[in-house]
């Protein structure tokens, strides 16, 4: 079964640093690219960047470049979103999707589960 | 920046309803464009990718149309399993995808 499992809730005070991660099995984990979404409470989703885990291409939203980092670690199938000072803004819903590409056309055909991440004092 | 506007923002219908929505994008897109439908607390799922090809599983109640600028995607007969949130995306500026603000279809 093709799947992105993502790591577990968190909650973390303003100015700490985190790490989330999505790891993905049944493909082949280096053929895909794999983007970020946003979602903040009761809003909509919004387009954070991606990744190509083979050579670790990663292209920004302008709207999140310098505020994330995203990074790919190919040896064990897994994806990585990261803050280096977080802020309450950050509080939201994040997902990781699979692009996939048909007739060359892309769309998000596999989806994580979701990690919430809450931000407060 | 393509900016996707989605009409309308909610709506209510009925089950066996036909259902419309629509999505513009302000600029062309030719057909690079996405369908999703999210439930609460549940991650987003493909319906429609490229404008009107039915992503596999999808039941065929659902379809999409459209090229250009203007998209539809429509819900022939409206299930109870289908009262959810839908989302248009472009993906025509490369790896920089935009997402259509919602339309929540609640029950009338």
Known sequence: EVQLVQSGAEVKKPGESLKISCK????????YWIGWVRQMPG????????IHPDD???????????????SADKSISTAHLQWNTL?????????????????????MDVWGQGTTVTVSS | DIQMTQSPSSLSASVGDRVTITCRASQRIFK???WFQQKPGKAP?????????LQSGVPS???????????????????????????????YTTLLYTFGQGTKVEIK
């Open chain 1, 24 to 31: 993905g099995s049944g493909y082949s984990f280096t053929n």
């Open chain 1, 43 to 50: 809003k909509g989703l919004e387009w954070m960047g991606v």
């Open chain 1, 56 to 70: 670790s291409d990663t292209r920004y939203n302008p709207s999140f470049q310098g505020q994330v980092s995203i």
């Open chain 1, 87 to 107: 802020k309450a803004s950050d509080t939201a819903m994040y997902y990781c999707a699979r692009l996939q590409a048909m007739e060359g056309y892309y769309s």
């Open chain 2, 32 to 34: 690079y464009l996405n």
């Open chain 2, 45 to 53: 799922k493909l319906l429609i990718y490229a404008a009107s090809s």
């Open chain 2, 61 to 91: 109640r659902f379809s999409g149309s459209g090229s250009g600028t203007d998209f539809t995607l429509t819900i022939s007969s409206l299930q109870p399993e289908d009262f959810a949130t839908y989302y248009c995306q472009q993906t």
